[in-house]
């Protein structure tokens, strides 16, 4: 299977790196110099759960691929998307299936653009990855990958991609409602991520603080209101601060991403979770004034730091 990776920094690489290891026939595709210059030179240096590996890879930009893929998975931050399926517009076919896992709302409107429905499969994971130099990443976790394809028609196409994932390690799993996955997820990337990017502080020093319940509540109330409006999917409140609270105890030494992406003065994904929730609830004449400052808080914070 001929599988490009659209976006091949530290997710993508990971995925790419398990997936040519399982057989299939696998080009990383990016536009960062100095990583495509490395592991081309040198291959893939990648620690998965702690075991080293170096993997020689194929590795360009995007405009320097010309084969219509079978698959690809887009790994772009959230606001590369867009200019990413326009880069790789080309190597779509009738039959190539596009998977997204990205964080964050409003995706599978933007694939819509360039994809027939039908060719668009939607997921989350709970793998963690990062760079540590140009061509060095790692990988960790045990997943799962939840996805659904988009079109209801379309169930082998996602279940083929599940198989995929399994056999590379990946652990795919098909999801019934993957929908709910996904505005789950960006409750908790708009509550961990924004908060500890906001007060510059591990989640377990923001779930401590004094004023959390009163934060959870207000966030996850606008991020509920909106996903009922917005997609149909019910989102309880009170269980899925529950949710927060538990997870936090597990994870709660780290920074989340949006933390280390301030910290590495690169652009966060705000728009595409509090802000994209803030934007949704006009279309539906509401309010989500809570997500809105928080969203305005991490804009300023970015033009204080010169990164947007
Ligand atoms: P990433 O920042 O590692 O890579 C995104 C793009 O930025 C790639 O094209 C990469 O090459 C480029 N890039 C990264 N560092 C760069 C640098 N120093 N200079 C120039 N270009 C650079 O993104 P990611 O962490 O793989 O995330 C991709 C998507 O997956 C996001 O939506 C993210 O929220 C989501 N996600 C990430 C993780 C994770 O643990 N990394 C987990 C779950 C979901």
Known sequence: MKIAIAGSGALGSGFGYLLQKS???VTLLDYWDDHIKAVTENGLKISVNGVEDTLPMKMCKPNELNEIMDTIFVFTKSMGLESMMEDIKHLIGEDTQVVCLLN????SKTLEKYLDKKNIIMGTTVWTAGID?????HLDGQGPVELQNSDPSEKEAALEIVEILQESGLNGVYSDNVNFTTWRKACVNGTMNALCAMLDATIA????SSTIDSMLSSIV???SQVAELEDNIQIDVDETIDYLKALAEKVGSHYPSMHQDLANNRPTEIDF???AVAE???NHGIEAPYCQAITDLIHAKEDVLGIR
Do not use: C, Q, R, Y
């Not at 964050?104 to 995706?107: E, K, N, V």
């Open 104 to 107: 964050g709302l409003g995706h």
């Open 23 to 25: 057989g299939a026939d």
């Open 205 to 208: 020093e923001v779930f401590a």
């Open 280 to 282: 949704m609830s006009k």
């Open 273 to 275: 979770l509090n802000g």
């Open 221 to 223: 109330t606008e991020f």
């Open 133 to 137: 130099a140009p061509g060095v990443t």
